[in-house]
């Protein structure tokens, strides 16, 4: 008896999910925050055709010990750019000032306008509890701009879309006034270089800032190499525990060997897909 070559495919995992349609679009508020939240999805997505978009809401102009100012702001707008380019996903970084945000209107009427331009599909931002306000104020003029992006009459100037995006928070430790809920984890294992490499690319973040604000600075090593290997150690890859239970859900038996993922929440707002549309969108 034949077996049809198309059961043969999918069997061997060679006709997976079909996403090339797709059209995701995440909110940062910082060149680098999109990319520890969802690089490594971004990546897979990328790999399959999906069209990925990573917006910095912030140029990042004040974060660092020694440089400030335009200058930093532009160099902080080419890592992200190289970052994106090394997974494969456009990049860009809006000129408001870093450490400033505010949930304006004129921000929110830009993040409107970005989500149209890139007639998307899904939406990523933060959960507006947070630490820094710039990453609070992201969350909340993200979840005003969930409605407001079918509303024709609102920013009238970018044509509204006909279908809400669904939107997913990126997931954060934070307890109160409600713990992230994980709805979606996805295992990066297998793009865990393409995720490396993505945050290898803001070196004026992972190798002065963030090492600096943490009193590690001196631990960096100089060598390019050799700082590479030791962001690897750093922990921005590893699973949370408490995401256990839905990583069980999406990958059964195999849950127990994920070693670096990523997860998101399904918000309230926007569009409510049932389950299975869900797993379509997330076929890994
Ligand atoms: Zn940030």
Redesign the pocket.
């Known amino acids: 008896m034949r077996i049809p070559v198309l059961c043969l495919l999918f069997a061997a995992g060679i006709l997976a999910q079909d996403v090339s349609s797709l059209r995701i679009i995440a909110f940062?508020?910082?060149p680098?925050?999109c990319d520890i939240r969802a690089g490594g999805t971004a990546a897979k997505w990328a790999a399959r055709g999906a069209k990925v978009k990573f917006v910095s809401v912030t140029n990042g102009d004040a974060g660092h010990q020694s440089e400030g100012g335009g200058a930093l702001a532009r160099r902080r707008r080419a890592e992200a750019i190289e970052a994106g380019r090394r997974i494969g996903v456009e990049y860009e970084v809006l000129d408001n000032h870093d450490g400033e945000l505010l949930p304006t209107l004129e921000v929110r009427n830009q993040v409107i306008r970005r989500i149209r331009q890139w007639n998307a599909d899904i939406v990523l931002a933060p959960r507006p509890n947070d630490y820094?306000p710039?990453?609070r104020y992201t969350g909340v003029v993200v979840q005003d701009a969930a409605y407001m992006v079918v509303v024709p009459n609102v920013t009238p100037d970018t044509p509204p879309l006909r279908k809400n995006p669904v939107f997913f928070y990126f997931a954060d430790r934070f307890q109160r006034p409600n713990a992230f809920r994980a709805d979606v984890v996805i295992s990066i294992d297998d793009v865990i270089e393409k995720k490396l490499a993505m945050l290898d690319a803001h070196v004026s973040q992972f190798y002065e800032w963030l090492p600096w604000v943490d009193g590690e600075l001196n631990q960096v090593p100089k060598d390019t190499a050799a700082r590479k290997e030791w962001l690897r150690k750093q922990r921005f890859f590893s699973v949370d525990s408490a995401w256990k239970p839905a990583l069980a859900k999406w990958y059964g038996s195999r849950a127990d060997s994920v070693r670096h993922a990523e997860a998101f929440e399904l918000c309230e707002y926007g569009r409510r897909p049932q389950e299975e549309e869900i797993r379509k969108m997330f076929p890994f």
């Open positions: 940062g508020a910082h680098d925050d820094h710039d990453h």
